[in-house]
Each structure stands twice: as structure tokens, then as C-alpha cells.
């Protein structure tokens, strides 16, 4: 084991900041994450870079904003040569393994044009966004040509489980009164209890793997960042008993929303409400199916972290491993009368963060709360920093957070960023929206959240006085709200015309390239006085100091 | 030899639009350039993507905005796996061949990363833009340790022209009147005729190399692009006879600038009137020696294109290839108090553009001019439509123009772009501006040149009532003016926040995304019915058509 401590870096999927205990939620008990709290620090303002998996986990990946990787939504791959936090660990000499989702899908054309093989160990690593795959599982198995047989499947299978699909028949179908299989796909199921065990459903499997490779990697002489990465509370919505039925209708928290907002002149948000699975969350009857079963989950994910955490201790891990636990979006469950993600109110796109860093130098932080702006392109460098990588601020685009869980000043940011390609979506079908042009940014200073959305008129919220997010400024006439729409309009220009993509550019470069007169290529000297008075040299000391030009012509 | 046209693709270096006879110069005859002009179409408002070599020449040979390719500056890497001209044409089995310069630094940190070997075949066209490279010279070998022995040296000294540094002491020297050997470094050396004779000289050497290809390239079966890149009129100013003294104080026009401009409140504007490159250009004497060099330099090169098309009349090769003949970018020659290059007045930004098809089809547009706004990403689709290359919009952001050289409709353009990264000039010292914010942004739509300088105030000039942009109007509080200002603001915000880094989503692959649906990934529904009516199947075929699912306990 080396000085260097290690990181596990634990993200749930779809897990909105408010349904955990140390976030306030009233009635979901999480005494694991609420203690790794207590012993770290818990950021109550994070932000993912979009509010949808596939791009807000290729921003944490890279720690790069979406506008940088290019991979704006689910499926679209994440380019060859862009890199990754698993590169940057590797320079370093430390391991970035992967244990569950990443969403990734890999970009072929590009190996391609390379001559990479896919197959080959950096072919593998650059379809996994850099990391070494532990495990992979991208949590969704449909009983299609598109179905990927997994080593959960595998792991099922050798336990008994047989089927043409273990995971969809098992891990992702409820049992009902009558002994029936019933589809989690549907949301009338999401009650039932899964037709799997809680010790061999997805959430348990991915925990031992994760500890398996711990075990692992206790022989190794690398410091490792291992990314525990869950595949739940995402839908499909189904937990094993007893979480199943462990939370009931008084468990449920009342949906933010108001009936004003359903009168929202705005073509896009008018356009979001009436898209189908926005319609089926706003039914009450949706809700109370689902958010237990969500609930259900979590408290699933909270004990399984209990029982890592715990092993950890056992095997002495703890002492040299900083925590991370956070998720890549939240879920709307009717709020704003919407359903899933894809959007920036903050059920959407604000995430729990928490870590907790064992060493002494953490220990006046501990317990504490962070109110500051954070994005999630902020962990890579904070990792990076963690195992000894020098910043590299020409690729990497968030800021290391060191600084605050060490109770240091040098942390600043004035406002968050998150990205949305809908041109996918039934919206830009409604409105009739170019693939082009189906693009949003959010842009939010910790009060006022501003929301360009290309070809309609921007939508504005005042966090402030309108926590809730009811009130829709983007047309108001006041005077100070047309002001931070210009003020918010500037500095998304500035933002957007950063040099995202000029990656190759170390600090280092830029400035050296001011020393072209040094290596001799000198643009408007006039004469030799010109020249030595710039660069305190004779101007013949430029001149070849060979034999004198002459040619010999022996042709 | 195929069907399919080849592709000479000239390119000059640093020749402003308008220092060609078909260009209107009063004193500059290049016939040779003009007899392209009369059998192709002459495109009198072509912008290139940055006012420099390198960025300029990145972007022409991916057909992407500087934004996107990443390369900001000359000398800095174009990252790996950006894709281009060459991978395209590639993948439609035609070769894209080098002759000259690239300006292309390789991006080692990249190919480490990816496991390529920068010696391999694909490691040494990852390191020239894509491109196979016949013949390298990016014409500047200074003696000094950055100094590249080049296949030029070689030819110099199996030439008998012996010496270290055989490009420093005769391609790039002058000699005066007492036999003695003068840097052309220096400008002061302009007029003085280089100590190599014409036929010996790079521009001819170039020529000969290109001549070489195509000759081996009959032979071939493949459809080709050859990219003749020439180093001139770039700097250092030396010609050799008769070019030297074929031009003198008589054939100098008046420089564009006005007293007015010297008085300007705009600190960029004034730091780089004060940046020395730009002092030492605004001074006569500097003018009357470099001009006429400068002249000789663009007088040659026409006469080795006379030498070149008469070569390939005489090979058969005229008939089945289409000509493009352009440049990097302008040379500001004291223009606006300004020197060299990197700013955007039409000196800097504009450049000519000439294209002959020699195909029947094109027969309705020879001799013509198209005023059509074009930027120089243009080129890299025109040509891959030649080759037969299918449109990749998500890649690919420049439009193909053959619908022009075709007379058909179809080309549009709103406006053009133009970017710039001062990050390693004095300028930025001077203003204390960050490597990070030292950027401008150009948006023109064929009236309004709207420039945007990160940190200061915008600058405006109307080429309608000031087509020598002497007037600018980035602080007037006239209405139109404060009006145009936004709308450009507006423009340049739509076009920032596009998907410049999107370039693995091909519009089938967004299409596809939709398709979550049919391959069983279900979203939002409620029951059975919910999905029967969204999919008009039974949900029930969705499910495993194996044994029902049972635990059958082995363990």
C-alpha cells in the first residue's frame, strides 16, 4: 500500500438530493450516507453538467462540460481522444477501475480511423471512458436484439436463476398475490416485490464486486480510485422484500408544483408537460406506486453502503480511502408536473454530494456542510489532486474541492452550467425543432437560474424569493429581471466562446510561444540594431556557424 | 484511372485577397491565376476561420471551426482523433496527399494516451493533419535547435549548395552588392535577390514535388486530393531574380489606414497598433522594401503555376481535375497601423478563392464570380462531395459548394465566422489578460463586421458605407448601431452554444435514439394498455419467449 490514499468514488443513479435523511428528506431514513456525512462534508449545491445520465456521467468522467465531450445525450459515444480521468490517474502511475454503470457506448468510427482494436486492452478502456473494467453493468437488459448479456446475468445463472434472461425475469419482475410475473417496465408493478432476493438483486451483486475487487487490489502496489457505480434507484422501479413495501402513501412527500405552472405559455415547457411520461407523473396514482418502491430502493442502496462501509472498516481500508458519494441527475416524479429527468428544475438536475477524506489535515471539516457552487466536473480534478496529478486546466474544467474539505479559502466559482440535447425527444418533434437546434443551457449563480432555450424566449427563476421554482421571470418586464437576463445572457456568451476544445495546450505552450524570436524566427525586425535591442543579443548570433555558404556545384 | 475527378488543392501562404491581377491589383499581372479565374469561378468574399497559419489551415483541412478542432494557435497540436479531410476520403477510397505545408504540430501526449506509434503509418498521418505525406516543408528552419532538416535541405545539397543550414544561407538569404550574404530575417534584405536561382528556389521545388505525385499517381487506381501547400509570400520577404527588383516604388499601393484610426479608444485595438511587428509595418520605409518582395514572391508563384497547369495539359491530367486555388490567410502590409497578420480587417481575414471543374456541368459558371459569403471550412466538404464522400453535418461544418460552381441554388450563409486566440502575444501582456480570456470572436454578414473581444467592448464597422473599415462603431449610440450590435450578440451566441463537439451523433444515430421503445426500453408507462396504444403491439410479445423464469436451486 502507498502513502497516496485511495478513492471510492459511489455514484447512485436517478437519485434525487432530497430523498436521503441528511438532505432533509422526512420520512426516508439513510443512517449510512447520513454517517458518512458526519464524517465528511455534505455539499448542499451540485449541480451535474446535464440533466440526463449518458452526458452528466461522461462530464464526470472527463471533467469536462458537455459542450467539450460532445456525447449530449444517451447513446451518442463519447469520442475517441478525449480525455479521461482514468488517463489522467494512469500518468500518475494509479488504477481508475470501474465497478457497474458508465452509460458508455463506444466509439467505433473513431477507433477506426485509429487502427485501434476494440478488443485490445486500450480499445476496452476507451469504450469504458477511460476505466479498467472490474465489472461493467449498465443496469438494463430488454428482451431485444439490443439485449447485452451481462455477468449479472451470468452471476444469476450460477445461482439457480435460469432463463432466457435471468435479469429481466429476476431482478426485473415483480411477484404478485397469485405467484405471477409481473414486468417492472410497467409502473402498476413498481409495488410488487422483485422476484429476486435483496442478497442476489443488482444492488447487493455490484457491493461484493466492489469489495472483491478491493480484496484484490490490497496485494497491489497502485493507489486505486474505484467507481462504484449503481444502477438504482433508476427505473425500472422494483426492489426486493422486505423494501418493497417498507414505505406507504403517508411516506410520500407532497410534488412541487403549482397549478399556475400548467398554464406556462412557453412552446418548450408546454411541450415538456404534454410529452407522455411528464402526463403519466403527474397522476397521483403514478406516484403513489412508484415513489415507495423509489424509497424502497434507496433505503436498499443505504444498507447495502452500510454493510461496504463496514467491511471496509474490518479490512482497514477506511483509514486510507476517501469517500465519495453522489448521483448523475435526479428524477422529477411529478414535480412541476413533470416525469424522469431532461430538465433543469432543481429535482432534476441538483445532486447529494458527500466526502469524506480520513486524513487529520479533513478533520476540521467534518460534519460540516458546504453551501458553495459545485459542479460535477469537480470531482476528477479533486481526485486528481488526491493521487498526486498536477492540474491540467487546458482539459480538465471543473476545480479541485480540496481546498473546502480542508477548510481552506481558494474555492470560487460564480455560477453552475448544465446542458440539455433534447433532439431525440417528442418535443422537438411537437414543436418541429432541427436536430441542430434542440439544445438548452441552465445557467445559475445560486439565486437566479436562466435557462436559454435556443429559438424561444429564455425562462428565468429567482431561487430566492421563489425557492420553489413556480414563477417563470422570463418575459417579466421589471426592470431587474430584464437586467440579470442580460447580466446571465453575457456570461453564458463568455462561457460558450471558451476555449473548450483547445486541449492540447498546456499552460506550459501558450507560453512558450512567445520565444519564437528566441529560436530564431523573427517577424518585423527591420534591421540588426532592431533585433538586439529586443533580444540583448547579437543579431549574428543567429547565423549558421558552419562553413561559409557557397556552392560547390559538383552536378 | 476512375471516374471520379481528382482534386489539386493550391494553397498560397499569407496572400491577401487582393494582390492578384483577377483581384483587381493595378500592378501585380498573374495571368496564369487569372486563367483558373476564366474557367472556373472566382469567389470574391472568402473568410478564413482564423487570421493565422495554423488555426486557419486546421480548420481547412477538417472543415471545422477553430472552436471545435481545438487548435487555437500555430503550434498547437491538433488532438488526436479529430477527424479529417484525409479520414473522409479515406473511407471512400481516395488518397489525400501533402505537398508542403500544414502548419500541423503532432499531438504525442495524444497518441501516447491511445497507444499509437508517432513513426507508424497511421501515428505519422495523425501528426499531418490525416494527410500522406508526399513532401513536408513548413518552410521555416531558423538555425537554431528548433530547426528541421527538411527533404529541402537534402535537394539544396545533392544540388552542391553545401552548407549547416542550406535553407538559412540560399533559400532565405540575400545577396548585396558586394557578393555579401544578408539575413532575410531581416526586412531591410527585402530587395536584395536570394542566393539561389529561381529554379532552385522552394516555390519551384514545391512545384517539381507536385509534379511528382501526379506522375506517380497515373499509375494508380485511386482517386486522389493532392494539397499543394506553398511556404510564399509568407515571410521572411526574399525572391530570387528576376522576381527581386520586377517591382519598385511605382507598383506600391497606397496603404488602407487613416489618421483617424490611430486615434482609437479601444485598448486592444491600440495595443496592437503599439505591438512591434505592427509599429514597424505603419513606417514607409518598411513598406517600399518588403511590398516589392512580396510582389515578386505571388509574380513567381503564378509563373510555377503556369508551369504546373501547362505540365498537366501536356499529361492528359487537366481534364479530370478540379483546381482550387486559395490561401491562409491576408498579410496586413501596414494596413490599419497593423503588421503581419491575427486581426480581422479584410488584409488580414479575407483571402482569394478561385475553383475550375472541369466537368460539362460546371460549363454554365466559367469566367464568373460568385459575391457569396464562404469560409474556407467550405472546401473540405466541395471536395468529399467530389470524392463521393456522404455529408457528415455532425462532423463536418463547412457547406459544399458545388451547387455554385454548378450554377444551381442552394448555398446559404447568414454569416461568417472568424476566431482568434491572442493568448501568446504581447497584447495580452501589455493588457494583463489571461491565457484563458485572451480571445476574439469575428461575426460577418457580408455589411456588419462585428468583432467580439472577451473583456472589452465590441468593434463594429459597416463595410456598406466604410468598406475600408476605418470607422468603428462598437460604441456608437446610434440606434441602428446599438441594434446591430445585439443582433450580432445574438448570432454569436446561437452559433457558440451549437454542437461544435457533437461529431459522433450522426443525424441517424439522434434519429435512432427515439427507438428506446421498440427495443423494450420502456419509459413512463403506466399498464399494458398505456403501452399497446403508444406501440401498437401487445406488450406481452416483449417479453422472454424461453422457459418461464424459475429458480431452480442448484446451489
Known amino acids: 500500500m502507498t502513502d497516496t490514499p485511495n478513492v471510492l468514488w459511489i455514484m447512485a443513479d436517478q437519485l434525487r438530493f432530497d430523498y436521503l435523511s441528511c438532505y432533509g428528506h422526512p420520512h426516508l431514513n439513510t443512517p449510512h450516507i447520513d454517517a458518512l456525512a458526519a464524517r465528511g462534508v455534505r455539499f448542499t449545491n451540485t449541480y451535474v453538467q446535464s440533466p440526463v445520465c449518458g452526458p452528466s456521467r461522461m462530464s464526470a468522467y472527463t471533467g469536462r462540460y458537455v459542450r467539450s465531450h460532445g456525447s449530449t445525450w444517451n447513446g451518442i459515444p463519447l469520442r475517441v481522444g478525449e480525455p479521461t480521468l482514468g488517463d489522467h490517474l494512469r500518468d500518475v502511475g494509479a488504477r481508475a477501475v470501474l465497478v457497474g454503470k458508465t452509460h458508455m457506448i463506444a466509439d467505433l468510427d473513431g477507433m477506426a480511423w485509429l487502427g485501434i482494436d476494440p478488443k485490445s486492452e486500450i480499445g476496452v478502456r476507451v469504450s469504458e471512458c477511460g476505466f479498467e473494467a472490474f465489472e461493467r453493468d449498465d443496469g438494463l437488459h430488454p428482451d431485444s436484439v439490443a439485449q447485452k448479456w451481462s455477468a449479472y446475468d451470468d452471476y444469476l445463472v450460477s445461482l439457480g436463476y435460469v432463463s432466457d434472461n435471468p435479469w429481466e425475469d429476476f431482478a426485473n419482475s415483480g411477484v404478485d398475490p397469485d405467484g405471477k410475473l409481473m414486468s417492472a417496465w410497467l409502473l402498476k408493478n413498481s409495488r410488487l416485490p422483485a422476484n429476486v432476493p435483496e442478497e442476489h438483486s443488482e444492488t447487493a451483486y455490484l457491493t461484493n464486486r466492489a469489495m472483491a475487487f478491493m480484496e484484490e487490489a490490497i496485494s497491489d502496489d497502485k493507489p486505486w480510485l474505484c467507481h462504484l457505480s449503481y444502477i438504482k434507484p433508476h427505473w425500472p422501479y422494483i426492489v ?5 413495501d417498507m414505505y406507504g402513501p403517508e411516506h410520500i412527500v407532497d410534488p412541487i408544483r403549482s397549478l399556475a405552472e400548467k398554464e406556462t405559455d412557453h412552446p ?7 410529452a407522455r411520461v411528464c402526463r403519466t407523473f403527474s397522476q397521483d396514482h403514478v406516484r403513489e406506486h412508484v415513489i415507495p418502491a423509489y424509497m424502497g430502493l434507496i433505503k436498499q442502496l443505504d444498507d447495502n453502503l452500510g454493510r461496504l462501509f463496514a467491511w471496509m472498516d474490518a479490512k482497514g481500508l477506511t483509514e486510507n480511502t476517501i469517500i465519495a458519494f453522489t448521483s448523475d441527475h435526479g428524477d422529477y416524479m411529478g414535480d412541476h408536473w413533470m416525469g424522469d429527468k431532461d430538465f433543469y428544475h432543481d429535482s432534476a438536475v441538483k445532486v447529494p454530494l458527500v466526502i469524506a477524506d480520513p486524513r487529520p489535515v479533513a478533520n476540521v471539516t467534518r460534519g460540516t456542510t458546504s453551501d458553495a457552487l459545485i459542479e460535477m466536473i469537480d470531482l476528477a480534478p479533486t481526485f486528481m489532486g488526491v493521487m498526486g496529478c498536477a492540474p491540467k486546466p487546458h482539459i480538465v474544467e471543473g476545480r479541485d474541492l480540496m481546498s473546502i474539505l480542508h477548510g481552506k479559502d481558494g474555492f470560487s ?41 435556443e429559438g424561444f424566449r429564455p425562462i428565468l427563476f429567482d431561487l430566492e424569493s421563489d425557492p420553489h421554482e413556480f414563477i417563470d421571470l422570463g418575459a417579466s418586464d421589471i426592470a431587474v429581471h430584464v437586467q440579470v437576463r442580460k447580466d446571465m445572457e453575457q456570461a453564458l456568451l463568455s462561457w460558450a466562446t471558451q476555449h473548450h476544445s483547445r486541449i492540447t495546450a498546456t499552460p506550459e505552450i501558450l507560453a512558450c510561444q512567445d520565444n519564437a524570436t528566441e529560436v530564431g524566427i523573427l517577424i518585423g525586425f527591420w534591421d540588426e540594431d532592431d533585433y538586439e535591442t529586443v533580444a ?11 562553413a561559409p555558404a557557397s556552392r560547390k556545384n559538383s552536378s
Not at 440535447?421 to 441552465?442: C, G, I, P
Not at 540583448?536 to 558552419?546: A, Q
Open 268 to 274: 418548450l415547457l408546454r411541450a415538456y408537460q404534454q
Open 536 to 546: 540583448g543579443k547579437p543579431f549574428s548570433s543567429l547565423l549558421p556557424v558552419g
Open 413 to 453: 466559482r460564480r455560477f453552475v452550467i448544465s446542458e440539455h440535447d433534447y433532439s431525440s425527444f417528442e418535443m422537438a418533434r411537437a414543436l418541429n425543432v432541427s436536430q441542430e437546434n434542440a439544445r438548452t443551457v441552465m445557467i445559475f449563480d445560486g439565486r437566479w437560474k436562466y435557462i436559454r432555450c
Open 240 to 244: 426486493p422484500a422486505p423494501y418493497h
